[in-house]
């Protein structure tokens, strides 16, 4: 029952850490990884599930945000909209490769799905990011 609550708290983690709330699914694994309860390998599994979903989840109210675009509580001004449109034109998908990335990531994913990048092109780059950084920490880890 201890497995169950540890992998349940980790895809919690890891899924509200990739959206756009402040949360860090780091420290999470880290602990995990270094109690040696679990294999790494489920915990990374595990953890790479909860992050991309969490991901795709911000691509969807990407595809759907523009739709309340001129309503007052929406969360950025056109002209800051404007420019992460921009940028993402400038540097393209390939910039997915960063939304792993804390500060710049999470919105990464979100502007994607404003700029209607293919579904499956984004979860592959998306993917690659956030499946690299947990190999990379569990790496240092271990």
Same mark, same amino acid.
């Given at each position: 029952?201890?497995?169950?609550?540890?992998?349940?708290?980790?895809?919690?983690?890891?899924? *509200?850490?990739?959206? %756009?709330?402040?949360? =860090?699914?780091?420290?999470? #694994?880290?602990? #995990?990884?270094?109690?040696?309860? =679990?294999?790494?390998? +489920? #915990?990374? %599994?595990?953890?790479? *599930?909860?992050?991309?979903?969490?991901?795709?989840?911000?691509?969807?109210?990407?595809?759907?945000?523009?739709?309340?675009?001129?309503?007052?509580?929406?969360?950025?001004?056109?002209?800051? *909209?404007?420019?992460?449109?921009?940028?993402?034109?400038?540097?393209?998908?390939?910039?997915?490769?960063?939304?792993?990335?804390?500060?710049?990531?999470?919105? *990464?994913?979100? $502007? +994607?799905? $404003?700029?209607?990048?293919?579904?499956?092109?984004?979860?592959? #780059?998306?993917? %690659?990011?956030?499946?690299?950084?947990?190999? $990379?920490?569990?790496?240092?880890?271990?």
């Amino acid at each position: 029952m201890a497995d169950l609550a540890a992998y349940l708290g980790l895809f919690g983690a890891a899924l *509200l850490a990739a959206t %756009i709330l402040p949360m =860090q699914s780091e420290a999470v #694994l880290s602990g #995990l990884i270094l109690a040696g309860r =679990q294999p790494v390998s +489920a #915990l990374l %599994i595990v953890a790479s *599930l909860g992050n991309v979903l969490g991901s795709v989840i911000n691509w969807l109210l990407g595809r759907s945000i523009e739709h309340f675009r001129d309503r007052r509580w929406f969360p950025a001004s056109p002209s800051a *909209l404007e420019r992460a449109q921009g940028w993402y034109r400038r540097w393209g998908r390939w910039s997915l490769l960063l939304s792993w990335a804390p500060i710049v990531g999470d919105p *990464l994913t979100v $502007v +994607a799905g $404003v700029m209607r990048e293919p579904f499956w092109i984004f979860l592959a #780059l998306v993917t %690659i990011a956030k499946v690299g950084r947990y190999l $990379v920490l569990a790496w240092a880890l271990t």
